[in-house]
């Protein structure tokens, strides 16, 4: 039996020559990224820079000018001088076949870097000294980073389009906030920027309350336990403020909680989890693992309290924004992540630039959506102006009215929605536009109807 000491890493040397012989008879390479470090001999790597210097160059590629760009960097000599070179050119290879020699180099490559990584997470168990979830989770991200590598997305143009009008028979999967007619994709991280008392949690856990009967939701709070996000559930499902349980229910009002919750009682797939605490590789390895076991959509309340504190928080937003746009890239699971503003946005209508950590959430994030609420003494006035352009409004109603700005939007067009929001059962109505019998037609009553509504939605600010 071999031991592990005495193993060959994985390559095929033949390949190795095969490849720089057929280089060097006019072969190209169009579709397999390939550096000198994936020979696994390295005067094969030096040739194979030496020809592709001269590719740059735009010179001629032979055995005659790879030689002389060798003798003049004092390498010739060190890669078995012109003599291999001409041995290498008449291995009896093809200039047709030099993209499957370079995926057989490739490949063995990529194996040399699987056992690589796996033996720097063995090292990093040992001697860290971090936890399990840690090591796993810097394991886990290494290891995923090796599928990134390959063959390069070369397509004709015709074929990719004859492609992608195939796929148009069918919908792209996509989820939205309800009430809403923005799209948010699978495979994306979405963001929604808010400042503390305008429905941020309120909202998301309206969706994550609809979508759970389609989908398994993860919930991951930096901010509030399992119980806080349990009495918001059980708010929305009576219709009853949390303050009217806290004082101690009789028996029959029991009965009636428990009926008002059987949806929720019965539901196996929406998961809370009190996250205050986790690392960063813990939260990147349990959204991992709940998208392994099936999981689809994610929402991460708030980024700025997941981003491990350390010395600058837009560089620890940046790190944690480029995490969650790897994990949900790779699992394809729709992450949804709130936001705060920062401290001095003041202004009353919030930008992209308000976002704290702005920079790194505009980069990653593929749809971005600001929230934003009158202050008090102006709710009745914002009202009765969207009354006035055909919104289901009464500018009495003592319910906040919350806008939804769309302002980043990768698959569609920038939007605005409104809500009115009752902060003690945690519901959000959206306000419905109406076509009015004199002026231009503004929208349809249909709820639920995206596309309608996607084409009915104002665009304006109130």
Not at 77 to 88: I, N, P
Not at 118 to 143: F, K, L, N, Q
């Amino acid at each position: 039996m071999t031991s592990e000491r005495d193993r060959i890493p994985p390559q095929d040397l033949d390949a190795e020559r095969a490849l720089l012989g057929s280089l060097m008879l006019g072969g190209l390479l169009t579709e397999t990224p390939l550096k000198s470090a994936d020979f696994v001999r390295s005067a094969h790597g030096v040739v194979f820079d030496a020809i592709t210097a001269l590719h740059v160059a735009d010179e001629t590629v032979d055995v005659i000018t790879v030689a002389a760009k060798l003798e003049s960097s004092g390498k010739l000599e060190d890669v078995g001088g012109k003599c291999y070179l001409l041995d290498l050119d008449n291995a009896g290879t093809l200039a047709s076949h030099a993209e499957q020699y370079a995926r057989i180099v490739a490949g063995k490559s990529r194996l040399r870097d699987v056992i690589r990584v796996a033996t720097d997470a063995i090292a990093d168990a040992y001697s860290s000294g971090d936890g399990a979830d840690e090591v796993i989770g810097r394991a886990a991200d290494r290891m995923l980073a090796l599928q990134d590598t390959g063959r390069m997305g070369s397509e004709r143009a015709s074929d990719a389009v004859a492609r992608r009008l195939k796929d148009y028979a069918n919908p792209t999967p996509a989820v939205s906030l309800p009430g809403t007619g923005t799209r948010l994709h699978f495979g994306d991280v979405c963001v929604l920027g808010g400042r503390p008392g305008t429905g941020k949690t309120a909202i998301v856990l309206q969706a994550a309350d609809t979508w759970r009967k389609d989908h398994k939701v993860l919930v991951l709070s930096f901010e509030m336990s399992t119980g806080e996000l349990a009495d918001r559930l059980i708010a929305r499902a009576t219709c009853k403020s949390s303050e009217l349980a806290y004082s101690g229910l009789s028996e029959s009002e029991q009965v009636a909680y428990r009926e008002a919750c059987a949806g929720i009682l019965a539901d196996e797939h929406l998961e809370l989890v009190q996250a205050a605490g986790m690392s960063e590789a813990q939260t990147i390895a349990r959204i991992r693992a709940f998208a392994a076991a099936g999981g689809q959509i994610v929402v991460l309340d708030y980024l700025q309290i997941a981003a491990e504190s350390r010395t600058d928080e837009n560089a620890d937003l940046t790190r944690l924004m480029r995490a969650l746009q790897r994990v949900a890239k790779r699992s394809g699971v729709c992450l949804l992540a709130l936001s705060q503003y920062s401290r001095g946005a003041t202004d009353g209508k919030p930008a992209l630039h308000h976002l704290r950590g702005s920079g790194s959430i505009e980069q990653e994030a593929a749809t971005v959506c600001l929230m934003w609420s009158p202050e008090s003494d102006d709710q009745a006035t914002r009202k009765a102006e969207l009354a006035a352009k055909g919104y289901i409004l009464d500018p009495g109603d003592p319910r906040l009215l919350i806008r939804l700005a769309w302002q980043k939007v990768r698959h569609g067009a920038p939007a605005t929605d409104y809500f009115l929001f009752d902060g003690a059962t945690m519901r959000l109505e959206p306000a419905e536009r109406v076509a009015q019998e004199h002026g231009p037609a503004v929208a349809w009553r249909a709820v639920g109807d995206a596309q309608k509504r996607s084409h009915a939605r104002h665009s304006g600010e109130a």
